[in-house]
């Protein structure tokens, strides 16, 4: 069994903000709040939709209950899904890289804590949902990231093995969950993070897909043998 590369997804495989911002500023607005800035938004994803939108009610000063968020979280899901795709795009070179690892026989899995629904709905609209061996949102298991539970599992619905895999992502959430798995971890710097992500002591730093494989060969992890097609 080969080893697995573990993929955040917002902010790392793909530029959502555009999206994100605009649905949580129509359901704030809606409800008679007011609208986030997108500059501000860097501090604000990362830990799902629910987490999200009550951040985006505390912006207001809002001191928010389970029984108010419920009704905005549905519309927030129902609003999202509409429009998930509308600016959202892969980051340049994501899709060559992909392609180049899954080639050189690594298992490729998605580990976001956006819903699994939503990140696969994402995924199947930007024609990316094959190159994926596993997707693990943040509702697939009890828990979600900084927890090592949904990275390992996604690292085992791929079909892979723990040893040597790694992950990579933009945020926190995703340094110390692959602490917590037991894995590397690498961290882009163009994602969704309030401060640079030198702070958040990944194991390595990448600005362009196009330096992930120099990146795990620093690491000692080269590429599996290809499987034979």
Request: aromatic share 6%.
């Amino acid at each position: 069994m080969a080893p697995a590369l573990v993929f955040d997804l917002d902010g790392t495989l793909v530029s959502s903000m555009e999206d994100l911002t605009r649905t949580l500023n129509v359901v704030l607005d809606r409800a008679g709040y007011g609208m986030v800035p997108v500059e501000d938004m860097r501090s604000m994803v990362g830990q799902g939709a629910k987490v999200l939108l009550q951040r985006g009610l505390e912006a207001n000063g809002v001191a928010w209950t389970e029984n108010m968020l419920a009704p905005l979280y549905a519309e927030f899901l129902s609003s999202y899904a509409a429009h998930i795709a509308d600016h959202t795009r892969p980051f340049p070179g994501v899709i060559a890289a992909l392609e180049r690892f899954a080639a050189d026989g690594w298992r490729l899995a998605v580990c976001t804590n956006k819903t699994e629904r939503l990140a696969i709905r994402l995924l199947e609209e930007l024609k990316m949902h094959h190159h994926f061996h596993s997707v693990v949102g943040g509702d697939t298991f009890d828990t979600k990231k900084p927890e090592a539970e949904p990275i390992l599992g996604a690292i085992a619905m791929a079909g892979a093995v723990q040893d040597g895999s790694v992950m990579i992502g933009d945020s926190i959430a995703d340094i110390n969950g692959a602490k917590a798995a037991g894995i590397p971890v690498i961290a882009v710097d163009f994602g969704y993070t309030p401060v640079p992500v030198s702070e958040l002591g990944p194991d390595r730093i990448i600005s362009h897909f196009d330096e992930l494989a120099g990146a795990l060969e620093s690491l000692g992890l080269r590429a599996p043998v290809a499987p034979v097609s």
